[in-house]
């Protein structure tokens, strides 16, 4: 496959092994997201793997910072281990790192409390990672979208550079929630606009939930999103699968060659 455009939208391919990593980068991802156990939605990756990785491919690898999958409303011991791990990946060559902590916004008088992004906690992450890049993923999907404007306020002031995310409630798929996802795009080139300072930095927006060749060139056409996410995984059991790699950067090909 020839090179693509230099402003073709971005393909991060997430992965739970090393040798998904390798099939990814060789089948035209441009940026992988190493984390392990797929059950669980993707936990901390091993350095050993990271060390692999960096020494055989060309793309970034950007780690996701995740103890456990319990919650996103982490105890100070998961706190600390979080710092701990994006300390020990950074000193391993991440590129960049994938994380989000949530708190309760009504702790004291919810059962069950909605949840909005914890900034201090954030914030340390992203000071912790110095000047590489971090993503705030999907337990944004968990915040209830007549907050989000707060939460993309707070992920803003967090210094994160990009928001993963499938637009909707967890659980639901990008192609679902095409209109939302519009809607935050919009949002970032809003604020763009209407910013008064040069230096000042706005997260991008990554398309992910569900997201694979056969639906791929809706999302780009309905979004104008400029990064996608996805596992390429066929079935959990298969893996990576090469031939969706491939089918989704046609697809964005052909997409940003018809714009």
């Given at each position: 496959m020839g090179d693509?455009?230099?402003t073709c939208p971005l393909l991060e391919i997430a992965c739970f092994d090393e040798q998904s990593a390798i099939l990814a980068a060789s089948a035209g991802a441009d940026r992988i997201e190493l984390c392990r156990d797929y059950a669980s939605g993707g936990l901390s990756p091993?350095?050993?793997?990271?060390?692999?990785?960096?020494?055989?491919?060309?793309?970034p690898v950007y780690v996701m910072i995740r103890p456990h999958a319990d919650t996103f409303c982490y105890k100070a011991s998961d706190f600390e281990k979080m710092k701990e791990t994006l300390i020990t990946l950074r000193s391993h060559g991440a590129d960049g790192f994938v994380f989000g902590?949530?708190?309760?916004?009504?702790?004291?008088?919810?059962?069950?409390?909605?949840?909005?992004?914890?900034v201090p906690r954030n914030k340390e992450l992203v000071e912790l990672a110095g000047s590489l890049p971090c993503t705030f993923h999907r337990a944004f999907d968990l915040i209830s979208e007549s907050t989000w404007q707060d939460a993309l306020a707070d992920i803003?002031?967090?210094?994160?550079?990009?928001?993963?995310?499938?637009?909707?409630?967890?659980?639901?798929?990008?192609?679902?929630?095409?209109?939302?996802?519009?809607?935050?795009?919009d949002w970032k080139l809003n604020q763009i606009a209407n910013s008064?300072?040069?230096?000042?930095?706005?997260?991008?927006i990554i398309v992910g939930?569900?997201?694979?060749?056969?639906?791929i060139s809706r999302l780009h056409k309905a979004t104008a999103a400029s990064v996608f996410h996805s596992a390429a995984l066929p079935t959990p059991v298969e893996g990576v699968s090469a031939v969706e790699v491939m089918g989704m950067k046609a697809q964005l090909s052909v997409q940003k060659a018809l714009e």
């Open positions: 693509l455009p230099a091993d350095t050993a793997v990271l060390d692999n990785l960096k020494a055989k491919l060309t793309i902590v949530l708190k309760p916004l009504n702790q004291e008088t919810d059962q069950s409390p909605s949840l909005q992004v914890d803003m002031e967090c210094g994160f550079a990009s928001l993963l995310t499938n637009g909707g409630p967890s659980g639901t798929n990008a192609i679902d929630c095409v209109d939302k996802l519009a809607v935050l795009v008064q300072r040069f230096d000042q930095k706005f997260p991008e939930g569900g997201v694979r060749s056969s639906n």
